[in-house]
């Protein structure tokens, strides 16, 4: 696993015979990617001078180059934070500035204000600059002092910066939404929420996860490495055909409120939207594998003698006991038809 630093970006060469290399990428006559040139080491380590890397060229046969495609030709993939990398650094500065600014105001305690003027005595002990000679005036905590006739002490009350925390929530907000995540999810205050705005969020959020599982995670990383895979087991010997057959399990994210999403899961499955084992699947667990446990569990269950209102065999969702499935009706125990049974009553 290496990151993409490791790709000589800085490499753009025509070759001969249409060949070309675009930012470390070497591309044949026809457009097809043949090779990465890539540094030895990563560029970004001090320890290394600038001289002593070089970039190696590798088969791209080698290498899995994970990134999500914006538009036709795209040659490297573009950070997330591309949109908002600025606002950021902004808002860093803001925070600083913010900071040193209150400082700064509770540096100056008071104003003594006296009407001989700057020459006036002292209010406090008085000690002087060794090497510029100014006078400095220490105050001690908890110090009453008394003023002459004539002097008054004015506190300094800096104006409180009001509009940060609106300002601050706003910038954060748009950060949020050029990296495509939620404010909550950004900053961890949740304050501003409620169950059906923070599900909203949440639900566009999953949407932009689930297009990175199956259209970039899966197709450029997970298949390639199950066909290899699959490749060198059939060489080894360990299996005697070659069968790419696979099927992917993401795994689930954590239900906002487990009881609407468990009745709206079951409301899909019974209304066939869903199938059972399509939604066994979105819980990340493999369907067979939990067909297996159901299994294995209802047999020890009836081994034992155990009725439990888990087990929807025996007991209706209501808590009422289930018509037993396995014993017909009398009508056919005796060899009539339902409809001779009707008639007789």
Excluded at 2 to 27: C, H, P, T, Y
Excluded at 106 to 132: F, L, W, Y
Excluded at 267 to 296: C, F, H, K, N, S
Aim: aromatic letters at 8%; hydrophobic letters at 40%; charged letters at 25%.
């Amino acid at each position: 696993m290496l990151e993409g630093d490791f790709i000589d970006s800085s490499k753009n060469l025509e070759l001969a015979g249409g060949r070309r290399i675009v930012q470390g990428v070497e591309f044949d006559a026809i457009g097809r990617r043949v090779a990465y040139w890539m540094w030895t080491r990563h560029p970004g380590e001090r320890m290394f001078s600038t001289a002593a890397l070089a970039s190696v060229r590798v088969p791209a046969e080698q290498v899995l180059h994970v990134y999500d495609v914006d538009r036709p030709g795209q040659v490297r993939g573009v950070t997330e934070f591309v949109a908002t990398l600025m606002k950021m650094y902004d808002l860093d500065n803001y925070d600083e500035a913010d900071l040193v600014r209150k400082q700064m105001e509770a540096c100056i305690a008071m104003i003594v204000t006296q009407a001989e003027g700057v020459e006036g005595p002292t209010m406090g002990d008085v000690k002087r600059n060794p090497q510029t000679g100014a006078v400095i005036e220490e105050m001690s905590p908890g110090m009453v002092p008394y003023l002459r006739p004539g002097e008054q002490v004015q506190f300094n009350n800096p104006p409180a910066s009001g509009n940060f925390s609106a300002d601050l929530a706003a910038r954060l907000r748009s950060i949020a939404a050029g990296l495509g995540v939620t404010y909550e999810q950004l900053t961890g205050d949740l304050s501003q929420v409620n169950y059906s705005s923070l599900r909203h969020g949440l639900l566009e959020f999953r949407a932009w996860v689930e297009y990175v599982r199956w259209q970039v995670l899966i197709p450029q990383l997970c298949g390639p490495v199950w066909r290899r895979f699959i490749d060198r087991a059939y060489l080894a010997g360990l299996i005697s055909a070659v069968d790419y057959s696979v099927e992917w399990s993401c795994p689930p994210f954590q239900m906002v409120d487990p009881y609407k999403d468990g009745m709206a899961a079951e409301l899909a499955v019974r209304t066939g939207a869903l199938t059972w084992a399509q939604m066994v699947a979105e819980r990340g667990y493999d369907p067979d594998d939990q067909l297996d446990e159901i299994a294995a569990y209802n047999k020890k269950m009836d081994a034992r003698g155990v009725v439990s209102d888990a087990d929807p065999r025996k007991t209706a969702r209501s808590g009422a006991m289930q018509a037993d499935k396995t014993e017909k009706p009398a009508a056919a125990k005796e060899g009539r038809t339902d409809a001779e049974s009707e008639s007789d009553d």
